[in-house]
């Protein structure tokens, strides 16, 4: 009886684990006082890929664990409405159509980043300022290979593709999934 107890409070501690997701206006207001890196996720509501992600890697706990530590993630619908405050700017949606199922357009924040596929996750240094996208679906071992290069500025360090294979292929993986 104990042993159940255990695994079932143990179960549902992990299914309640999750990233915490804010806006890209909260993470920039969180950064003033606590800066870091920014993970932010590009999606939009038709997107079948951006789901997968949604459940297979965003909920993996080496994953959320990592996010929440490190980054301050930020769920974004680029083709939303949400009104954006960004670098002295505010972005929009102005040609988005409410109740509009499947497509709609393009949010003004999303085509500043020149997000062109979904989804994408983008990745903002201290400032807000972007360091890369990375587009299309990512188990959790892809994403971590990102999250760890951008952490401590890896990324300006490699400037051949030859140190980006010696990176990948020397990479040691931690996180579980595929």
């Known amino acids: 009886m104990l042993l159940t107890i255990f695994v079932l409070s143990f179960s549902a501690k992990a299914q309640t684990e999750k990233i915490n997701w804010m806006t890209l206006n909260e993470a920039m207001e969180a950064q003033v006082n606590n800066p870091k890196k920014i993970m932010m996720d590009a999606y939009t509501d038709w997107c079948g890929p951006c789901k997968m992600l949604d459940k ?66 983008l990745f903002l240094d201290e400032k807000g300022d972007p360091i890369a996208p990375l587009p299309g679906y990512k188990t959790p071992q892809q994403l971590e290979l990102y999250l760890k290069l951008f952490l401590n500025n890896g990324h300006e360090r490699i400037t051949t593709q030859e140190q980006w294979d010696k990176y990948q292929n020397n990479f040691k993986f931690e996180f579980e999934g595929k």
């Open 56 to 121: 297979n890697t965003f909920q993996n706990s080496d994953v959320v664990k990592y996010v929440n530590e490190n980054y301050y993630a930020v769920k974004f619908n680029a083709e939303g409405n949400e009104v954006i405050e960004y670098k002295g700017q505010v972005l929009k949606n102005p040609n988005f159509v409410p109740g509009q199922t499947g497509r709609n357009s393009q949010h003004e924040l999303a085509q500043a980043f020149q997000v062109t596929a979904y989804p994408t996750i």
